[in-house]
């Protein structure tokens, strides 16, 4: 697994200084929910080789995962930007690992006077955005045999890993599925010999393959990210 954070890895060499003094490295445990709804908004994460997600909660119980944040993310920005009330979200641990942790208000600060982090992030922003909404457009649009794949291979980016260490439980409730439904689709992938899962482990055999039964959203959220966020 990487241990670096991207968005950190880019920021200007003297606002980097400034802020390690500030940063906190923390381990997290799968599942460790970090942000309940209805809580304000005080800290921002920066995933090292941990998978964050974002999950909103229907009021029959039902919960999908609405954005996933890893190594080339930051969770928490709206509070930088200055929206430090309440969401109705949760981010919860999805792979444990370690992050580096900010006091949002601490952050604020260097965004407010470099304009160099003010444009790296606001163009992370706008990556975010995209993610989101391929999310929705995907979850409206396409088959679960098109979405798994597209799900495990953004989980697989992001912690730089073919080891998934998710439960079918686990990622039913990210796709906002049943559990059977997920089982019949990790079963056909495996048949092709694509991953293998195996006790709460998936383990991607076929990336090029695993990408051509994806549906286009992960090659088009791929692409966003590079273009704004100048990946090599």
């Not at 457009?137 to 794949?149: G, I, K, M, S, V």
Request: proline share 3%.
């Amino acid at each position: 697994m990487t241990a670096e954070n991207q968005i950190l890895a880019a920021l200007p060499a003297d606002v980097h200084d400034r802020l390690t003094p500030h940063l906190d490295q923390v381990t997290l445990s799968q599942g460790t929910i970090i942000h309940h709804p209805g809580e304000p908004l005080t800290q921002v994460y920066f995933p090292l080789n941990c998978l964050l997600s974002i999950t909103l909660a229907m009021q029959d119980g039902m919960t999908a995962e609405v954005g996933m944040v890893g190594s080339r993310e930051v969770l928490g920005l709206n509070a930088v930007m200055g929206i430090r009330e309440s969401t109705q979200t949760t981010y919860i641990a999805q792979v444990g690992g370690d992050a580096m942790k900010i006091e949002a208000q601490i952050l604020r600060q260097e965004f407010e006077r470099h304009a160099e982090l003010y444009e790296l992030l606001l163009r992370y922003t706008q990556a975010f955005l995209a993610q989101v909404s391929q999310t929705a457009a995907c979850n409206a649009l396409h088959t679960l045999d098109q979405r798994l794949p597209r799900w495990l291979l953004e989980t697989q980016t992001r912690i730089q890993s073919n080891y998934l260490p998710l439960t079918q439980e686990f990622i039913a409730e990210m796709l906002g599925v049943r559990r059977s439904g997920v089982t019949q689709a990790a079963q056909r992938l495996q048949e092709r010999k694509l991953i293998q899962y195996r006790r709460g482990k998936v383990q991607i055999f076929n990336q090029t393959a695993l990408e051509a039964s994806a549906c286009e959203c992960f090659k088009a959220t791929q692409a966003e990210y590079a273009r704004l966020l100048r990946e090599s």
